[in-house]
């Protein structure tokens, strides 16, 4: 189950180990967990050989843990796997932002995959064919559920058989939907193995040759609904509501353009995905068929490049966010079982469906997507950016670990983060100059 709180108030100052210690405690991990999360918990070469082909090797990412999360009621602890600075910081403060309203709220489909069957070269009308597709849909639902027994007991299975004509540059084309229950999986190899299997009666049905069987990330059936109300004084730096309100101003400002123009869309998308893709990653998913999805998704609801965070203010005059996107995520079967780290940070967020780890990525979309739409409309962007920024400028100048923090404290305090303004830092404390304030 999530952990009793998700409030770690000063988990940023713990050493690494320190907070490690903290969260596995926290979630109940066991010492192969542990030794998982840490870094000596990487794959071993026989592991990774039978993940992918060609193993050379591992890479790493770092892992760390967004906290202050609330979701209907229950706190979990993030994993995140990313190599961006501030988008754990961002996360986490945006979630605490939202617990004067009870934190995030979720509204979910039932896990439903789209399995594609694609019939060419028809020798009869297409609404002909497309009608003897709906006449045997039951067959057609029997002979799909047959492959995966162990599916239906569990309560999953093909539920339903959709068929459309299509018009495409190499003609008229009839593809046939299977609409496919695939419960805790993300059930790419349950859907296509249930595609392969009836193609050829499909093909029969149709007078037509069938192409391509092959599930679709556009999972419009398997939808993460979530909304976080933000009050104006928890949007405020300082517990002020007015400036809290002209924070909400700017936010809805610059939702605006996103929504009028695809080339801020496309930015302020990759900004939501900054937190839904790092948890994907940490959890053993195929993250990119996540990315995928969402991505489309908005195309396909709204018909052109759109955000994937709706902002609106209430009545109340909160900011409310809201984010509806596929969910094609899994527990059962993949990395998420393979990976010894992925399956520790699976326990560690406390998840039990794969539904309720489809709300964990909508929530912090929608905290990721505040955070950046916040800085944007008060500070810029940069402010918390080139602060990791410097730190990354300062190991690749020689500090060593502890000299790091002082000689960012030097370079910031001349009002700009270079090459050469940290390397001067650097020198400046070596030769053991006074620290300028801050």
């Known amino acids: 189950m999530p952990v009793s709180s998700s409030r770690l108030p000063g988990f940023f100052k713990k050493s690494v180990e320190e907070r490690r210690t903290t969260v596995c ?10 030794g998982a999360v840490a870094a000596a918990g990487e794959l071993t070469d026989e592991a ?24 209907d009621g229950k706190h979990y602890v993030v994993p995140m796997a990313l190599e961006e600075p ?75 058989v959709e068929a459309r004509v299509l018009e495409t540059d190499a003609g008229m084309m009839l593809i046939v939907h299977l609409l496919v229950d695939c419960r805790d999986a993300m059930g790419a190899n349950a859907v296509n193995t249930m595609c392969e299997t009836i193609g050829p009666e499909v093909g029969d049905l149709c007078q037509g040759v069938v192409v391509l069987k092959i599930i679709s990330n556009l999972a419009v059936h398997r939808m993460a609904r979530v909304t976080g109300v933000f009050t104006a004084k928890e949007l405020s730096t300082s517990g002020d509501e007015e ?3 002209s924070i909400i101003n700017g936010i809805l400002d610059a939702y605006a353009f996103a929504k009028a123009d695809p ?35 908005a195309s396909y609801k709204h018909g052109r490049v759109a955000p994937f965070v709706a902002w609106s203010r209430n009545s109340d005059g909160d900011l409310v ?35 309720e780890l489809g709300t964990v990525l909508a929530a912090a979309g929608i905290a990721q997507n505040l955070g950046a739409l916040r800085a ?16 990354n400028l300062a190991v690749q100048a020689g500090a060593l670990s502890k000299e790091v923090d002082a000689v960012v404290q ?7 983060v270079t090459a050469a303004s940290i390397k001067a830092a650097l020198d400046a404390e070596r030769s053991g100059l006074p620290v300028p304030p801050q």
């Not at 195929?286 to 998704?297: F, K, L, M, N």
């Not at 969910?327 to 326990?347: D, E, N, Q, W």
């Open 243 to 245: 400036e809290g309100r």
């Open 86 to 160: 501030s988008v754990v910081a961002a996360a986490s403060n945006m979630a605490k932002r939202c617990h004067a309203r009870g934190g995030f709220t979720s509204d979910c489909t039932p896990p439903v995959m789209i399995g594609q069957i694609q019939v060419c070269r028809l020798k009869i009308d297409a609404q002909v064919a497309r009608n003897a597709i709906l006449q045997n849909k039951a067959k057609l639902i029997e002979m799909a559920n047959s492959v995966d027994p162990i599916l239906v007991k569990f309560g999953g299975g093909c539920r339903d």
């Open 410 to 416: 030097r370079a910031t305090a001349s009002g700009r």
């Open 321 to 355: 966010g809201y984010i509806e996107m596929p969910a094609p995520v899994g527990l059962i079967g993949g990395a998420a079982r393979v990976h010894p780290c992925a399956r520790a940070c699976v326990k560690l967020l406390g998840v039990k469906t794969a539904t």
């Open 376 to 391: 944007l409309a008060t500070v810029g962007i940069q402010q918390g950016h080139m602060k990791l920024h410097a730190k």
């Open 263 to 297: 080339f801020r869309a496309a930015t302020n998308n990759k900004g939501v995905m900054n937190a839904i893709s790092p948890i994907a990653v940490a959890t053993g998913q195929d993250w990119r068929a996540v990315e995928a999805g969402c991505h489309s998704y």
């Open 25 to 34: 405690d926290l979630a109940g991990l066991n010492e192969e967990e542990r």
């Open 48 to 71: 990774a050989d039978r993940i992918i082909e060609n193993v050379i090797g591992t890479y790493s990412l770092p892992l760390g843990v967004a906290t202050n999360f609330v979701i």
